[in-house]
């Protein structure tokens, strides 16, 4: 049976003990040539993936590859962003809140759908204040996220193998 390691995790272990693929593959009773597969592919045998734990004195699952939501994490961080994702974000996302927020404060009635969703969600026993903080935090979050899609649109088609 065939696992899929991490290959940073693999390259990672190796360089914090200061090995070279040839002293890897001494030390783990592994063929120098299943070390370069193994790091360039990620796939290995369970038999390798325990021999690589063992020397690297962690577990199996501690070398198992990421699962897709944790890859999904690094790719929408904005620090991994490009700038002109980021001025994408910004610039679609400062007018389309202004207006939003303006509409809010001024109590328009296009805006009544927050506080449908916001009282059919919280208690009517919260104060009003803190129900208008809710009622903002919804306004920011429903309309604020749509805003940035855009930007990691962009990173993706511009970006793909990233």
């Excluded at 299943?34 to 038999?47: L, P, V």
């Excluded at 994702?85 to 996302?93: E, F």
Aim: one cysteine or more; hydrophobic letters at 40%.
């Amino acid at each position: 049976m065939e696992m899929e390691l991490n290959k940073r995790t693999l390259k990672d272990q190796r360089d914090s003990r200061a090995w070279s693929q040839t002293q890897l593959a001494e030390v783990s009773g592994l063929s120098l040539r299943t070390i370069q597969r193994i790091e360039k592919t990620g796939i290995a045998s369970q038999e390798s993936a325990k021999s690589l734990a063992s020397v690297y004195e962690c577990s199996i699952t501690e070398l198992v590859s990421k699962d897709v939501s944790e890859h999904t994490k690094q790719t929408l961080s904005l620090n991994t962003m490009s700038t002109k994702a980021k001025v994408i974000h910004v610039s679609i996302l400062t007018p389309v809140l202004l207006i939003v927020l303006y509409l809010f404060f001024t109590e328009h009635h296009l805006i009544a759908w927050v506080d449908t969703i916001r009282d059919s969600i919280f208690s009517p026993t919260i104060s009003e204040d803190r129900l208008d903080k809710i009622s903002f935090l919804i306004l920011v979050v429903v309309v604020g996220l749509p805003c940035l899609i855009p930007g990691y649109l962009y990173d993706l088609i511009s970006h793909p193998s990233d």
